[in-house]
């Protein structure tokens, strides 16, 4: 369901005037106020072609003229801040280091009084350069996406991919103060689940959080996961399935099971008080028993034990919109309202438009999605 800018421009403040709020429909996840993060994608173009997220070739690329441009996010993030209160920003792609202008971008958000937390999720391939001017155009943390420490399999997981310069590209985002750091990593199974225990090592010596997440089928590996016709054809991601989205399934390794193979090489893990942490997101936090880790180990777990009852997050995609699930496909169109509606009213209708697209959200997701993450902003 896609709702759009004649709704909000002119629909809605009508029937707001006229019904009274409907209980239950504003509260837990699905009212506005608890939303705290917005998920930026500035675009759906990537210099890696994981092989659970893109196909190899024969991706078509939203035309430039559909992007929303800086001053667009920008009016965007002002709404949410201004009316909604939301003052979390994490900035998402495709790979958004490679949409020419992100350090202007940055800065530009960070001009915005109120934002609390501005962060970016990055394969850390064009880290090395980009570390330092982000920092100094206002980022403040990065998490850098990570499926294998092993050269060899990288490559072939990301299928161009050169590890040792996404380490590198780490280490400048560590040298450069983007804390805390993070690295998440896709679990598979039987195709980087003994790279956990290295991944696990690693919080010895770093203070890094390494956080393992869950594969979800979604775009076409979502046509080999979910109930027979239960995905109508024209919600279906772009074509071309590819490596683990044509394994399905087959391809989760649940939270249980890669606690268990971390446990067995490296003993016992600790659970850590969410609460004295910051900034875990929907993560599972833990730290290893032995020796004195100073970094944290956490598993998002969307499949084995969806967290949609305390959700608090809203995406925005490249084309402007507004999206309430990675799953499911609750829209909102808003770059209808930023490229029609004047500049009185268009604060109200992006505000409107933000709490809409909430109420779509699920109660619980589906277990599979109609679009792949890079098209959505993951
Ligand atoms: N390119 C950036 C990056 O690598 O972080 C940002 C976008 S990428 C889509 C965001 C995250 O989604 C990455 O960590 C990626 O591994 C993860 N991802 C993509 N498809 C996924 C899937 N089907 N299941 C689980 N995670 C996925």
């Known amino acids: 369901m896609r709702l759009s800018c004649y709704y909000f421009i002119v629909k809605l403040p009508l029937v707001m005037l006229a019904v009274p709020a409907i209980p239950g429909l504003e ?7 608890a939303v705290r993060v917005l998920r930026i994608s500035i675009t759906d173009r990537c ?22 441009t800086f001053e667009e996010i920008v009016d965007v993030a002002r709404a949410a801040i201004e009316i909604h209160g939301i003052r979390r920003f994490k900035i998402t792609g495709g790979e958004p280091t490679v949409r020419r202008g992100l350090v202007e971008l940055v800065a530009r958000l960070r001009r915005i009084p109120g934002i609390e937390d501005l962060s970016l999720t990055t394969n850390g391939l064009l880290l090395e350069s980009l570390a330092r001017p982000l920092k100094e155009a206002g980022l403040d943390r990065v998490t850098v996406s990570i499926d294998s420490l092993q050269p060899d399999r990288f490559l072939r997981i990301t299928r161009t991919g050169d ?29 980087n689940d003994d790279d956990l225990p290295d991944f696990a090592r690693l919080t010895f010596g770093r203070r890094i959080t390494v956080r393992f997440i869950e594969y979800m089928p979604l775009g076409d590996a979502a046509l080999l996961d979910a109930p027979r016709n239960s995905i109508d054809p024209s919600e279906r991601g772009p074509a071309g399935g590819c490596g683990a989205q044509d394994r399905g399934a087959d391809s989760l390794l649940s939270e249980a099971d890669a606690r268990t193979r971390i446990e067995e090489n490296l ?3 600790l659970p850590v008080d969410r609460d004295t942490e910051a900034g875990v997101g929907p993560a ?30 809203l995406r925005l995609t490249a084309e402007g919109v507004l999206r309430s699930c990675l799953f499911e496909g609750g829209e909102v169109d808003v770059r209808s309202i930023l490229r029609s509606a004047h500049l009185g009213s268009k604060q109200t209708a992006l505000a409107n438009a933000m709490a809409e697209c909430v109420r779509l959200k699920p109660e619980v997701h589906s277990r599979h999605g109609n679009q792949q993450m890079s098209r959505i902003g993951g």
């Not at 509260?27 to 106020?33: D, L, Q, Y």
């Not at 590890?163 to 195709?191: F, H, S, W």
């Not at 598993?299 to 608090?312: D, L, V």
């Open 27 to 33: 509260t837990g996840p699905r009212s506005i106020s």
């Open 47 to 68: 210099n890696f072609r994981c092989v659970y997220c893109m196909p190899e070739e024969g991706t078509r690329w939203l035309p430039k003229e559909n992007l929303l």
């Open 163 to 191: 590890l040792r310069t996404v380490l590198r590209g780490l280490d400048r985002a560590e040298d450069a103060g983007l804390y805390p750091l993070k690295i998440n990593c896709v679990t598979m199974r039987g195709i």
């Open 267 to 269: 003993g016992p893990l």
């Open 284 to 313: 599972n936090v833990y730290r290893l028993a032995l020796g004195n880790p100073v970094g944290r180990i956490g598993f998002i777990s969307a499949m084995s034990a969806p967290f949609c009852a305390t959700c608090n997050r």
